[in-house]
């Protein structure tokens, strides 16, 4: 079965750290450049990481650039996000998804920041 699953999200303070994953099954993983997004309350999901199918190249949005640390082990088909110095604003639903040819969407993993 083709899917994705996120895990990893909970509450932490401000300042706080977190590092959600992203475990995908059902297709070739090592072979898809993949995606975090967040959606914060009442808005609209947004782009936040890419990274490229070898690892090798990596983006970032700029609200969490030198933050938040995007990587992947393709021998375990899975994708991490490394999130340091929280800020409240970072709350949200966070998901995985490929670049090209999206999947449909997992249920995603609720970070809450707050103190």
């Known amino acids: 079965q083709v899917q994705l699953v996120e895990s990893g999200g909970g509450l932490v303070q401000p300042g706080g750290s977190l590092t959600l994953s992203c475990a995908a099954s059902g297709f070739t993983f090592s072979s898809f450049s993949m995606n975090w997004y967040r959606q914060a309350p009442g808005k609209e999901r947004e782009l936040v990481a890419t990274?490229?199918?070898?690892?090798?190249?990596?983006n970032y949005a700029d609200s969490v650039k030198g933050r938040f640390t995007i990587s992947r082990d393709n021998a375990k088909n899975t994708m991490y996000l490394q999130m340091l110095s929280l800020k409240p604003e970072d709350t949200g639903v966070f998901y995985c998804?490929?670049?090209?040819?999206?999947?449909?969407w997992g249920q995603g993993t609720q970070v809450t920041v707050s103190s």
């Open positions: 998804n490929r670049n090209l040819f999206p999947l449909r």
């Open positions: 990274i490229t199918s070898t690892g090798g190249s990596t």
